[in-house]
C-alpha cells in the first residue's frame, strides 16, 4: 500500500481521539517492517497514553483491512524537538524556524539544505541557505526535519564554572590550564510505542 493510501486510513482513526496525523514513516524490509506514526495535539504535549490510544485503534482498524504485507512493527510518537514536516502547511506553520531538509533532486548543487523557512507558497518552500533564498517544491522534498534551537529551549549545555587557580609558592611550578567537562544537551524524549 502506498504512503498517501495508509494516510487515508489512518488519519479518521486518529481524527476521532482529538489528535493529529502529522504523517508517517514507512520502511519496508523483508524481515520486519517499520510505520511509524506521528502525532500531535495543537494546544498540549502529547502524552504515552495518547500514543497507546492510537497504537490500539490502529491496530485493530490494520487487522481488519491488512494494509501492509508480511511482519511489520507499529510504532506511534510525538514529534520531539526535532519534529518531521511532512506538509507544505506544516512548513507554514513554522516559518522563522530553523529547518533541514534532504532532496530527491538537487536544486543549484545541493542534495540538502539548512536553514530558516522564509516563505510557503502554494508546494513552493523558500528556504534562506547560508544568506541566499532557495525555493524548492514540495514533491522534491525526501525528508525535513526542524532544527531545535536548544539555547532558546533552555537545554543548552552549560559551560562548568571556573575553579580559582591555585596560588603558586615561590618557585613552585605553575599549574597547567583546567580542561573543561564534556556537556551534553539534554533533548526530550521521544515517546514511541512499539505493538506487533
Not at 490510544?53 to 508480511?70: H, K, T, W, Y
Not at 533552555?154 to 605553575?174: H, V
Request: charged share 30%.
Amino acid at each position: 500500500m502506498k504512503d498517501d493510501e495508509l494516510i487515508q486510513l489512518i488519519n479518521p482513526v486518529v481524527a476521532d481521539l482529538g489528535l493529529e496525523c502529522l504523517g508517517i514513516e514507512y520502511a519496508p524490509s523483508r524481515g520486519n517492517s517499520l510505520l511509524r506514526i506521528y502525532i500531535d495535539h495543537l494546544e498540549r504535549p502529547i502524552t504515552i497514553e495518547d500514543c497507546e490510544a492510537v497504537s490500539r485503534e490502529l491496530s485493530a482498524q490494520f487487522d481488519v483491512n491488512d494494509p501492509i504485507a508480511g511482519r511489520y512493527t507499529l510504532e506511534v510518537s510525538s514529534p520531539g524537538l526535532d519534529r518531521p514536516l511532512f506538509t507544505p502547511a506544516q512548513f507554514a506553520r513554522f516559518i522563522g524556524e530553523k529547518a533541514k531538509i534532504a532532496l530527491n533532486l538537487p536544486v543549484e548543487g545541493r542534495r540538502r539544505l539548512q536553514g530558516a523557512i522564509r516563505a510557503v507558497d502554494g508546494d513552493r518552500i523558500t528556504i534562506d541557505q547560508d544568506g541566499v533564498d532557495i525555493t524548492i517544491a514540495h514533491d522534491n522534498v525526501q525528508k525535513a526535519r526542524i532544527v531545535p534551537d536548544y539555547a532558546a529551549l533552555g537545554l543548552a549545555p552549560e559551560k562548568p564554572a571556573g575553579k580559582p587557580k591555585p596560588q603558586a609558592k615561590p618557585g613552585a611550578a605553575k599549574p597547567g590550564p583546567a580542561k573543561p567537562a564534556a556537556g551534553k544537551a539534554d533533548a526530550a524524549p521521544k515517546r514511541k510505542k512499539p505493538n506487533k
